[in-house]
């Protein structure tokens, strides 16, 4: 079945210091792949997606790249906020109109 | 546009008691959902509603119904609550988007706790 792993948190980091999380996926065909954020005590939002292999999705400084050879989708951001500071998921739909498969979510903490 | 409303905000039941959770969407979306949030799980889907009339089981179904009223509301009824459904539920919704993917929308989630 389809599935998403993405790395245990939580991760903190100082603000300006350089983020990566991880995620690798499990899918039949092609799948589309997403990166969701949910800050405290809200619901998700899409932060970034892409639809093909290569594609890069981008968004508030946030950059992944749909790796199809390396099934992943790392999520990156070259300098964060203390204002990152949320959840974030990696998420992957194999079938338009169904349901998206999560991972479990990285707790990102970022101190001043 | 209010995007996707969820109702109540917060709720404490006591075991075996009933609720039904409410979701509407105004963005005219075909499919919706309905998702369970536990710590360190994730988002486990419970039921989706691919289109208006239809209604399928996700991953974690069991203790759950559903009704897809119409095609803006999408009720999930817990009909004799357990501990276990202690959790925080979202609900989302999603058009077909002109590429094909499924970019979902999100309810703000409701806080249940099953004493």
């Known amino acids: 079945g389809n599935s998403v792993t993405q790395m245990e948190g939580p991760v903190t980091l100082s603000e300006e210091a350089f983020l990566t999380i991880n995620c690798t996926y499990t899918a039949t065909g092609y799948p589309s792949l997403f990166w969701y954020v949910q800050y405290p005590g809200e619901g998700l939002q899409l932060l970034l997606k892409?639809?093909?292999?290569?594609d890069k999705g981008s968004n508030k400084g946030f950059e992944a790249t749909y790796r199809k050879e390396t099934t992943s989708f790392h999520l990156e951001k070259g300098s964060v906020q203390v204002s990152d500071s949320a959840v974030y998921f990696c998420a992957l739909s194999a079938n338009s109109g169904y349901a998206l498969n999560f991972g479990k979510g990285t707790s990102l903490l970022v101190t001043p | 546009n209010a995007g996707v409303t969820q109702t109540p905000k917060f709720q404490v039941l006591k075991t075996g008691q009933s609720m039904t959770l409410q979701c509407a969407q105004d963005?005219?979306?075909?499919?919706m959902y309905w998702y369970r949030q536990d710590p360190g799980m994730g988002l486990r889907l419970i039921y989706y509603s691919a289109s208006e009339g239809t209604t399928d089981k996700g991953e974690v179904p069991n203790g759950y119904n559903v009704s897809r009223l119409n095609k803006r509301e999408f009720s999930l009824r817990l009909e004799s609550a357990a501990p276990s459904q202690t959790s925080v539920y979202f609900c989302?919704?999603?058009?077909?988007?002109?590429?094909?993917?499924?970019?979902?929308?999100f309810g703000p989630g409701t806080r249940l706790t099953v004493l």
């Open positions: 989302a919704s999603s058009g077909q988007g002109v590429t094909g993917y499924n970019e979902q929308f």
């Open positions: 892409a639809t093909k292999a290569d």
């Open positions: 963005m005219n979306h075909n499919s």
